[in-house]
């Protein structure tokens, strides 16, 4: 925590305040594109230019300009938040969050002085890579609309991912200018408290906490419950993850993460990583973290824990079977594309780009698959909701994957030679190439729509999440850890002032 004192203390959003709050965010139909985004955040700096300033971070690789949004809290405002949106341009939910909170402080000046914070709002920290989901902004609860227009950059060229890391034989330091604008963003506010707003895809809500924050437990699990969302119960991201409370993850580091990995005899930095995240960085400022990770659809079993019939390990070695088998049939397409062309290199479209380094990630997942099955913890009846998880993470890494491959496939077998990439500057000089591409385009649209059929079929108890319960859950949280962290803050000062009068 920083050492800021409080001169006159406000009182702390209560818990009662904050459920009623996140459930009462306005009814929308649709994900704002970043120029909607960078719309409306201009016209509300420009409404309210005594209480809303504005600066430049820097540009994305395309030119877009990178904006600090900051909103003074008045003067009892000693404490600083930072929310960040795109981080991860697939995950669009932060962007109603940012724009509903920004609305409420600029027009309630009870809820900023009750904050006791300034706040900055970075609306999009990857905008070339947002452009590139927009096709499903406007549909977003088809999901086979969503995975046909889906996009997520290679590590290494997310914004997220790509601070300085060094640890053993990990080191990364090939920052993008749009991590250098983010992390320009953290140096500037110092923040208190961060939170880069991300969103999960389906199942249940969940949490990452950078600090254990045992006081925040119950009001974080209530949440969901209260706009009808479950909490995830099931399979986490990694199995490294700390539980802290059902649904909430301790963050961790990325040195834990590299040894957890080693200890299973796996590759802990292949080819392909990435580096720091941006709560990893936010940490050097002494910054408290959360990533609340809210989803588009959710599944009635996602906080199931009744056990089944079902052997865990049986279902993480079934699972690695299926990701191998679907790593191998897209690896084999990509080394026979590659045999079509001359020369392939960093000027490469996006979504190939993307898919020579996703597409690996299969095996490596179903390796790590199979050495969890063999764990004598593994040994044991699934739940409900881990065999929810484990088919839900199966079914969604092939159509991500598979989906941006096979959309990569299809523009280069419509590139005719001499075609210029608008992205990249790059010439198309491989005569009749597009043609001899044709054929992989062929051989893999089937293959990804048994996989969508069958995602469709497995998952058919999902249901759409109205982008009002999802945005005002995370706009929720976001109020949560404010209040966290300014009760935190007047504890420690009366703290402090108790051992001076004693003194």
Not at 2 to 16: C, D, F, K
Not at 29 to 56: C, I, K, T, W
Not at 361 to 367: C, E, N
Request: hydrophobic fraction near 40%; charged fraction near 25%; glycine fraction near 8%.
């Amino acid at each position: 925590m920083h050492s800021r004192g409080i001169t006159t203390a406000p009182a702390p959003l209560r818990r009662e305040e904050i459920l009623d709050r996140a459930a009462g965010l306005p009814e929308v139909h649709h994900y704002p594109s970043v120029d909607e985004l960078n719309q409306a955040f201009a016209e509300l700096g420009a409404a309210h230019p005594e209480l809303m300033g504005v600066r430049q971070l820097g540009h994305s690789r395309a030119g877009d300009p990178i904006l600090l949004y900051t909103v003074d809290g008045g003067p009892t405002a000693e404490l600083s938040g930072l929310l960040a949106g795109g981080v991860h341009p697939n995950e669009p939910i932060g962007s109603w969050t940012m724009l509903h909170l920004a609305r409420e402080l600029l027009r309630d000046p009870d809820l900023r002085g009750r904050l006791g914070a300034s706040w900055h709002f970075l609306p999009c920290a990857d905008p070339d890579s947002m452009r590139l989901n927009e096709g499903w902004f406007h549909s977003p609860g088809e999901r086979g609309r969503y995975f046909q227009h889906f996009y997520r950059p290679a590590g290494p060229e997310q914004v997220e991912w790509t601070f300085p890391f060094k640890y053993k034989s990990a080191h990364f330091d090939a920052m993008l200018p749009e991590t250098r604008a983010l992390q320009r963003a953290i140096d500037l506010s110092r923040p208190d408290f961060y939170m880069p707003l991300h969103n999960a895809e389906a199942g249940g809500a969940y949490y990452y906490l950078s600090d254990a924050m045992q006081p925040l437990h119950e009001l974080l699990g209530e949440l969901p419950q209260a706009l009808g969302v479950p909490l995830h119960r099931g399979e986490p991201e990694g199995a490294h993850f700390e539980v802290l409370a059902p649904g909430i993850f301790a963050m961790g580091t990325l040195e834990e993460a590299y040894d957890w990995m080693e200890a299973l005899g796996l590759d802990p930095f292949p080819e392909g990583s990435a580096g720091e995240s941006s709560t990893g960085y936010a940490r050097t400022h002494g910054t408290i973290s959360m990533v609340a990770e809210m989803p588009l659809w959710k599944h009635p079993g996602a906080d199931d824990v009744t056990p089944t019939h079902r052997s865990y390990a049986w279902l993480l070695q079934d699972q690695a079977e299926e990701l191998a088998a679907a790593g191998e049939l897209l690896m084999d397409l990509l080394r026979r594309f590659d045999e079509l062309q001359r020369r392939f290199d960093s000027a490469e479209p996006p979504l190939l780009r993307a898919s020579r380094a996703f597409l690996p990630l299969l095996a490596q997942a179903a390796l790590s698959q199979r050495a969890r099955a063999d764990d004598e913890a593994s040994q044991r009846l699934a739940t409900v909701a881990e065999v929810h998880g484990v088919q839900g993470i199966l079914h969604m890494l092939r159509l991500r994957f598979g989906s941006m491959f096979l959309r990569a496939l299809r523009d280069a077998a419509h590139e005719e030679p001499g075609t210029v990439n608008e992205e990249t500057g790059s010439v198309n000089d491989e005569p009749g190439s597009a043609a001899r591409v044709t054929p992989l385009v062929t051989e893999l649209e089937p293959v990804y729509a048994r996989w969508l059929d069958e995602a469709l079929t497995e998952e058919a108890e999902l249901q759409v999440i109205p982008i009002k319960d999802a945005a005002g859950l995370q706009y929720g949280s976001v109020l949560a850890l404010a209040a966290h962290t300014l009760r935190q803050r007047q504890d420690l000062a009366a703290s402090v002032s108790d051992q001076r009068a004693e003194a």
